[in-house]
């Protein structure tokens, strides 16, 4: 049998990381297996689901890398992939339950559930439907029906209890007494998540049912439906939960969790797909950094673990480091563009090649690109910024000697190059009668407003004479009306 799996958002708000790793998870299992990765709409919930939401979510799974083979702009033979665009399928089944006896109306209000349910909560009891309408009478549903009563349609739980087997979890099992009979079809006509779910797979021929543990639960009654439908049940794997660094479940008190913020602050799409992969899964052999060319030769369901993972940004950062490392040259400079755009950085009239040499001075520094425009302010800012700590060095008495033997120094060159760094600086520490640290860090605060960054040949080669004279007035000019006040 091909391996068709599916990922199955409901588009009512950002994908967030949780739910990003289960389609790669997904993703990664059809890529590696020759089959083929679904990606279904859960739009039901027309008040919650909005196509905006729909839009982030193909977007940023574009991003990631996670292009899927059948779902919205991409018709394959099962669609269509919305399942608002699939009511009537859901419909029929469930007039066919109907008939046979597997399902019947239910006319309980929703004020009346809700009372139930809070009269069951408020004694310490599960709530579960009671099971008012199961045995109605043709007479009472016609009262009901005069009454102005629309017809939800429930599921008959009859099983005792309900086997299966998870690849991950093992043998499960759930007490079918304590699950009540479950709404299917709404009384607006939409399906309940439970049943258009088991309709979709089985019709969209799906394999491996591939989601977070939370899901459990529905697994139980989806097998239920399976079982009185007639389909064959496809395997299940539930993917353990995802937890903030202090234990409980991953939210939105722990920051921003959703995949689009990731991609704002800078993140490589290789560097997030790399963590979330590791986060419940590990490769054989410890191996740690990616590609995703290389996850979809290792990755294994067998490898999935039974236990929660713990999202740490701090190792984020690392892994999204490490994919950093391999970039340079104008790659770099592609990636880096819209931050220093978007920072209002000064691009115009520096040479690309110029630009390529600034990224490469600060790659290395940054975990992410939004970090990279902070790093080249001394570089892209037309006026001098400093920093109040660069700023008082920059006022000392002994830094106005530096910036008096800086300009003399460079009236003798040219221009900056790596042959006449050394000799300049030689002969800069010669009239400044400062050396070392005395003389780097007062010379770092003048030509970057900082007191750390790039190593100082590079801040000179990339500045270049005519800036560092420009620079060297700013500071004058600023430290002068600093005096005056
Ligand atoms: N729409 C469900 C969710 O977003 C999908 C669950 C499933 O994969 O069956 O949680």
Redesign the pocket.
């Known amino acids: 049998m091909s391996v068709r799996v599916r990922f ?3 588009p009512t708000g950002a994908l967030h990381v949780g ?1 990003a790793r ?1 389609a790669l998870f997904n993703f990664l299992f059809a890529r590696q297996s020759g089959g083929t990765f679904i990606l279904r709409l ?1 739009d039901t919930d027309r008040e919650r689901s909005t196509p905006e939401a729909e839009r982030g979510i193909l977007e940023d799974l574009r991003w990631l890398g996670l292009e899927w083979d059948e779902g919205p702009e991409r018709p394959g033979k099962f669609g269509p992939y919305r399942q608002s665009e699939r009511l009537e399928t859901y419909r029929r089944y469930a007039m066919d339950l109907l008939e046979k006896g597997n399902a019947y109306r239910c006319y309980c209000t929703d004020e009346e559930l809700e009372e139930k349910r809070q009269r069951s909560l408020a004694k310490g009891i599960p709530p579960m439907y009671d099971g008012r309408c199961r045995c109605l009478k043709p007479e009472e549903e016609q009262t009901f029906l005069r009454s102005g009563r629309a017809a939800s349609v429930r599921f008959r739980v009859n099983a005792r209890s309900v086997e299966f087997q998870d690849l991950v979890k093992g043998a499960m099992s759930f007490d079918g007494r304590k699950m009540g009979d479950f709404v299917i079809l709404r009384s607006d006509g939409t399906a309940s ?1 439970n049943f258009a ?1 088991v309709i979709d797979d089985a019709r969209m021929e799906v394999s491996h ?1 591939i ?2 543990e939370d ?1 459990l639960a529905n697994t139980a009654r989806q097998v239920l439906l399976y079982q009185v439908l007639g389909f064959a049940l496809p395997q299940f794997a539930h993917l353990a939960m995802i937890l903030g660094p202090d234990r409980t479940p991953l939210s939105k008190r722990h920051g921003a969790t959703a995949v689009a913020h990731f991609r704002e602050a800078g993140y490589l799409p290789e560097g997030l797909v790399n963590y979330l992969a590791l986060l419940g899964w590990s490769s054989e052999d410890g191996q740690e950094i990616f590609s995703l060319e290389e996850l979809i030769k290792k990755f294994s369901l067998k490898r999935l673990s039974r236990s929660p993972a713990v999202f740490d940004p701090e190792k984020l950062k690392w892994m999204n480091r490490a994919h950093l490392k391999g970039i340079q040259g104008e790659e770099a400079l592609d990636l880096a563009i819209p931050f220093l755009r978007e920072s209002g950085g000064k691009l115009e009239g520096l040479p690309k090649s110029r630009l390529v040499a600034a990224l490469e001075a600060v790659w290395e520094e940054v975990d992410t690109l939004s970090q990279i425009p902070e790093r080249l302010t001394f570089l892209l800012d037309e006026g001098w910024n400093p920093e109040p700590e660069a700023q008082t060095l920059a006022g000392k008495e002994e830094t106005q000697r530096v910036i008096q033997g800086l300009k003399e120094e460079l009236l003798s060159v040219e221009e900056v190059t790596p042959e006449n760094y050394r000799p300049l600086l030689a002969g800069l520490a010669k009239r400044a009668g400062l050396t070392g640290r005395n003389l780097y860090m007062p010379l770092r605060a003048v030509l970057t407003g900082r007191t750390r960054g790039p190593e100082l040949e590079k801040v000179f080669l990339l500045l270049g004479k005519e800036k560092i004279l420009k620079r060297v007035d700013s500071v004058l000019q600023r430290n002068r009306k600093e005096r005056s006040f």
Do not use: L
């Open positions: 199955a958002p409901s739910n289960t859960e998540y779910v049912v989601r977070g899901h």
